[in-house]
């Protein structure tokens, strides 16, 4: 074994240039600081466990905003400032309440939860019958005549087959996010989806949705219903069509309040006039404590610089950590970032974004020109040693997306995805949830490609 190990480690050494050796040397010195001395693992305890939730427009993110900036400025950078920005406050309120009924006075309960943005129902509930569909193709052939004064229930899994989970949650979100809009339109009552995870279970999961031009006297209510209740609902449906569902829920749509990005930045010493972002989301729905989602991606960015700190590593380009509000809602922080970037003739030449758990990292992927995503996928011997070995061509995250103008690369971290959506938008995304040793090992990935875009340049 000892010699297999050996034998490993010098093909990966023997795909190196010889001059890059010094490269290799600091990578490995990144990884070292990540895993011996990081310090994401005790951000994200405090973050998760004494701040908590931090919807945007909620005391937690407020809090959240401070101790970014405060742990920021422990840090030493050069500089850290806070970015205004205006953002949606939806409150849950009272948590929902829902019941099967199969015949008068018999009852059900089942697990349930309101998509964030959407309108309560009325004090006393709503109990009406339901009409069970796939897809819109499905409410559209129904029309007004089967579906007006019930509920329409989406009941669309996420498809198990799909290898690439965010493919398969990207096929199923729709349901969550246009429902309501769609079912209004043929006078549903309200809309139940079925959660958007793979895994078979009592938790409803959240997310945003939209009533799109809806006037306010049109719009539905919209909950979740766990994945456990969706198989009940739906099997009791087949046994009995006319069975009826109560739910009541006292969510509440407030006018936008201020909240603010929170930025941090090392300047360059050769161009501190080119940047390199680093970051993720600060806010998080309300049911868990957003540990994976995106708590992982915050600490990760942030000790991308920490790590430079404590290497005494200087970079030549600005390296600029972004810890952006309201992604979850309506990605706020990350368009008023680029409206100011923009405004402020800055010029960025990389954005790396995490937001998709805190799990062993994998490899990247890129938005970019086919020159540029050559010249990084040509420093994938750097990586070898560690395990990071898939860089693919596609999106990058949803805060670093509006950078995009056809010069800036755009990066996403990849984790292991097959457990994320156990986690995402749901009151099972807590501190428990996150393995030590896959945090760390995130934050020496993002940091080893930061260095890597650094000390080579994309030209």
Aim: glycine share 10%; net charge negative.
């Amino acid at each position: 074994m000892k010699f297999i190990t050996t034998l490993i480690a010098c093909l990966y050494l023997t795909a190196l240039p010889a001059q890059d050796q010094p490269v290799a040397d600091q990578i490995r010195a990144i990884y070292d600081q990540a895993l011996q001395n990081g310090q994401a693992y005790q951000w994200l305890e405090h973050l998760s466990n004494q701040i908590g939730s931090r919807l945007s427009g909620s005391i937690g993110a407020e809090q959240a905003v401070r101790w970014g900036e405060e742990e920021l400025n422990a840090l030493g950078l050069d500089r850290v400032f806070l970015q205004p920005v205006m953002v949606p406050k939806w409150v849950r309120g009272n948590f929902e309440y829902a019941n099967i009924e199969s015949s008068p006075g018999n009852t059900i309960n089942v697990p349930v939860c309101a998509l964030g943005g959407s309108i309560a129902t009325p004090s006393a509930g709503i109990r009406a019958q339901v009409v069970e569909v796939s897809n819109f193709e499905e409410l559209a052939k129904l029309g007004s005549a089967q579906i007006a004064g019930k509920f329409v229930f989406f009941n669309r899994p996420m498809e198990a087959q799909l290898i690439n989970t965010f493919e398969a949650y990207s096929r199923a979100v729709n349901q969550r996010s246009r429902g309501a809009e769609e079912a209004a339109k043929y006078g549903a009552v309200g809309v139940i989806v079925r959660s958007i995870n793979l895994r078979l279970d009592d938790y409803p999961h959240t997310g945003s949705m939209s009533y799109g031009q809806l006037p306010i006297q049109d719009r539905i209510p919209a909950a979740a219903i766990s994945t456990n209740g969706a198989e009940l609902l739906s099997s009791m449906l087949k046994l009995n069509p006319n069975l009826r569902f109560f739910l009541k829920q006292n969510c509440k749509n407030y006018p936008d309040v201020l909240s603010y990005n929170v930025v941090g930045e090392v300047k360059g010493t050769t161009h501190p006039e080119n940047i390199i972002v680093v970051g993720g989301h600060l806010d998080s729905w309300d049911l868990g404590d957003g540990a994976h989602d995106d708590g992982a991606g915050i600490v990760q960015s942030m000790e991308v610089l920490r790590i430079f700190k404590s290497l005494n590593y200087k970079p030549k380009n600005t390296v600029r950590v972004v810890l952006f509000m309201n992604e979850e809602n309506g990605t706020r922080g990350g368009k008023k970032y680029a409206e100011l970037a923009k405004e402020n003739n800055e010029k960025h030449l990389f954005a790396l974004e995490s937001d998709a758990g805190g799990f062993t990292p994998r490899g990247f992927s890129f938005d970019s020109d086919e020159m540029s995503f050559q010249k990084i996928s040509s420093w994938k011997p750097y990586f070898a040693p560690y395990q990071i070995h898939e860089f693919s061509q596609g999106g990058s995250g949803a805060d670093i997306g509006p950078l995009k103008d056809g010069k800036v690369v755009l990066s996403g971290l990849r984790p292991d995805s097959q457990r994320y959506f156990d986690y995402h938008h749901a009151a099972t995304d807590t501190f428990e949830g996150i393995n030590k040793r896959e945090l760390e090992l995130g934050a020496a990935a993002m940091t080893t490609m930061v260095y890597l875009v650094d000390y080579f340049g994309l030209d």
